[in-house]
């Protein structure tokens, strides 16, 4: 074989290990919650120009904008659905998206930890309230008197309530969806909103309405804080370069007010429907959605405590054997189990001692952002699953083991038998019997608890569910839903666990035979 043929071989495995690596496509991607109409929009196909995302597909302003900059820089469209709090950071600086256009204004706070283009929409900030309340007809801020007031999370529409003379300002919430639940209820009088999202609102929801206001009468704020802009990572002035030219030269000022006015009018809803009329719709509708996000939650939990229970019994049985030692134990094998030991402790204490929520944030950005550690959002949740249930379970089995009476091990020991065999024939059956209730308990844990992997972009049930609220505004019914599906998925294995447990227990009468002799023993 010629030099020139193995060493081109050879540039080409270097060509294909580096773009391995460093994880280079002809991708854009792009993260946007799909959930905040009408800048973008979850739903189950691929009608009025939706792209294709987990679970479903996306559409809305922001997608139609973000189609336009992929094909101006050459770039395959990818859109990843992620949480809003992720979007604030984590998501771009972690190198899982390159792009955030998700309805985001480029206020000063966010301008420290991103890189904001030129705005893609001009807004203004308005209040949306019940269209026969009694703070219907106000034509000034000042007009609020007694009014609780709210706005989401980490938002101008937050901080500017303060210029509200007299108003209770409420705590702030996640989502709008969340704040159209609270006004729908009484629970507040009105919250701050953009003008798009507040027409969304009104068009979903035929009850509310927004109330405008002029310089004179309105908030006063930088109108670069209310402009929406694409979010980048702080640095790439490249990057930024390209999309200012793309926002300068292909989407002027008319074409934005054409895609939105467009954007509107294909927004999913807009329907006045009875409370079963939403719940019958959305069932039809989005069955399929609900299906899938159900099947990857029992996928997630399911794996998740099975894997746990194999590493919470290999640590807890690292745990014993250090308790099993004596004078006569070796000297390296002893401080190697207590080095093992305080590993084990340290490691449960993290894990029980800090939120999932918390945990799938640090391992699944922080990986990436600190380690270049790129995990797939599945593989993520399966791992951050695993080791959460790993270090519940390795108490829980600690504690069978440590219930069985001490007798039995010097019996076993007594009569020759090794640690695997005296574990093995002994211990672990009487041990499984007396957690299988705990270890039913935390599967049931891990069903719920799948719903904050959402923040790492995971289409489990809870995920689909805030999506197909946060496009129709309409939060109460579909959570209703929801919390059927999960009652249900709950009591079933409830029941099931019930059932293994009877049959491990055995008859709970048992019968007396006579003796050869006649005599009943």
């Known amino acids: 074989m010629k030099f020139s043929t193995i060493k081109n071989k050879i540039l080409i495995l270097l060509v294909f290990i580096a773009t391995f690596v460093t994880g280079y496509s002809d991708d854009i991607k792009v993260g946007m919650e799909c959930g905040y109409a009408p ?46 709090d992720a979007l604030l950071g984590p998501a771009i600086n972690s190198g899982k998206v390159d792009l955030v256009i998700a309805g985001m204004s480029a206020t000063p706070e966010r301008r420290q930890s991103l890189a904001f283009s030129k705005s893609y929409y001009e807004s203004d ?28 999370l980490n938002t101008l529409h937050y901080d500017v309530i303060d210029q509200m003379k007299g108003v209770q300002k409420q705590t702030a919430m996640e989502n709008f969806p969340a704040m159209i639940v609270a006004l729908n209820s009484g629970k507040i009088d009105g919250y701050i909103s953009e003008r798009p999202g507040a027409m969304a609102a009104q068009f979903s929801n035929p009850d509310l309405k927004f109330i405008s206001f002029d310089k004179n009468t309105g908030f006063k704020y930088d109108t670069t804080e209310v402009n929406v802009a694409v979010g980048m990572k702080l640095g790439n002035t490249e990057l930024e370069e ?4 793309i926002l300068d030269e292909d989407l002027t000022p008319k074409v934005r007010q054409e895609i939105m006015e467009k954007a509107i009018q294909n927004q999913p809803g807009g329907n006045s429907r009875s409370f079963t009329g939403w719940v019958t719709y959305f069932i039809q509708k ?9 099947l990857v939650t029992l996928f997630i939990s399911i794996t998740g405590t099975v894997v746990g229970f194999l590493i919470g019994l290999v640590v807890a049985l690292f745990r014993h054997s250090e308790s099993e030692t004596d004078e006569q134990t070796q000297k390296y094998k002893k ?11 340290v490691y449960i204490a993290v894990f029980r001692g800090t939120p999932m929520i918390v945990q799938s944030m640090v391992i699944y950005y922080g990986l990436s952002q600190v380690f270049n550690i790129n995990l797939s959002p599945m593989v993520a949740a399966l791992f951050i699953v695993s080791i959460n249930t790993g270090a519940y379970m390795s108490e829980i089995i600690r504690g069978g083991i440590d219930s069985i009476d001490n007798g039995q091990f010097e019996a076993a020991k007594a009569i020759g038998m090794t640690n695997f065999q005296l574990m093995q024939s002994i211990i672990f059956p009487q041990m499984f019997r007396n957690i299988l209730p705990m270890i039913g308990n935390e599967l049931i844990v891990n069903i719920k ?7 790492i972009s995971v289409t ?7 999506s197909v ?4 505004s309409r939060y109460y019914e579909v959570f209703i839903i929801t919390s059927v599906i999960y009652f249900f998925l709950t009591f079933t294995l409830s029941l099931i666990l019930k059932q293994i447990e009877k049959r491990i227990d055995g008859p709970q009468h048992f019968e007396f035979l006579d003796d050869a002799d006649g005599e009943e023993k």
């Open 39 to 84: 800048f973008n929009w979850f739903q189950n196909d691929a009608k009025r120009g939706a792209v294709k995302v987990d679970g479903g597909y996306c559409g809305g302003y922001d997608v139609e904008i973000a189609k336009v900059i992929a094909k101006k820089l050459n770039k395959n469209l990818v859109i990843v659905k992620t949480e809003w």
């Open 125 to 152: 900030l308005v209040v949306v309230v019940k269209k026969n309340g009694k703070y219907a007809n106000a034509k000034s801020i000042n007009d609020f008197a007694g009014a609780k007031i709210t706005g989401q």
């Open 242 to 245: 390209k999309v200012n030219k």
């Open 286 to 294: 989005n069955w399929k959605e609900f299906v899938k996000g159900t």
């Open 335 to 345: 401080f190697g189990l207590k080095f093992i030991n305080t590993l084990s402790s």
């Open 449 to 455: 608890d799948t719903s904050v992997l959402n923040v």
């Open 460 to 466: 489990e049930l809870f995920f689909i569910s805030k």
């Open 469 to 472: 609220a946060g496009t129709y």
